[in-house]
């Protein structure tokens, strides 16, 4: 029954930094919106010129696109399985463990509401991004969010990458990602046992 509906396609004006394109059908016909999302789990990540199949759809707009997208020759995944890494368990996880280093007095109080306040800017940013991509929007630079996360927002952004399933299949994006984490805690590590933490605190009041 699927073979019936899907169509196939090449890829054509593919954007590799945004993730997104189009896919002219073979034979002719309307040309059809494709994200990188779309594609089946597991896939490499496509190029001007491949051939693809997928299954034709509307956006909310009523917007051609495709979806359930496979590259020519891909077999079939029989069950899409879950990230190993449990993003949203962890940006949690740190932001109780600030929550609980400022409670108990290892660290001032006004870095843990830092790293929550950025954390939420953050969120907001890849949930900005991820819409604006759905509708063929402008997107947010990558370095904007790359630097809401090297400030301390990185919790929420691992929090909004596991929900929105964001930037999480980009392997170049997620390298300088997690690099931005590691700069990150280090800097904060280095501010709080220098005391430079404590001290700026108490000159904002915090």
Do not use: C
Not at 79 to 101: E, K
Not at 134 to 156: C, I, K, M, V
């Amino acid at each position: 029954m699927e073979a019936t509906v899907r169509l196939a396609g090449r890829i054509t004006d593919w954007n590799d930094d945004k993730g997104f394109g189009f896919v002219v059908p073979s034979g002719g016909g309307e040309r059809a919106f494709v994200h990188v999302n779309a594609f089946q789990r597991g896939s490499r990540r496509p190029v001007p010129g491949d051939l693809i199949s997928y299954l034709p759809g509307k956006d909310a707009r009523g917007r051609l696109q495709a979806s359930e997208i496979r590259h020519a020759g891909q077999r079939i995944e029989v069950s899409r399985q879950p990230s190993r890494l449990p993003r949203a368990t962890i940006g949690i996880a740190a932001l109780i463990a600030a929550a609980v280093a400022a409670r108990i007095g290892w660290i001032p109080a006004l870095l843990a509401g830092a790293y929550v306040a950025l954390s939420a800017v953050s969120y907001l940013m890849y949930w900005f991004d991820k819409s604006a991509a759905g509708r063929g929007a402008r997107r947010t630079p990558e370095s904007n969010l790359h630097l809401a996360d090297l400030l301390g927002g990185w919790p929420g952004a691992l929090i909004a990458q596991q929900q929105f399933r964001h930037k999480t299949i980009k392997q170049s994006f997620q390298s300088v990602f997690w690099l931005t984490v590691v700069v990150n805690l280090v800097a904060a590590g280095w501010l709080v046992s220098s005391g430079l933490a404590a001290e700026l605190a108490q000159s904002l009041g915090g």
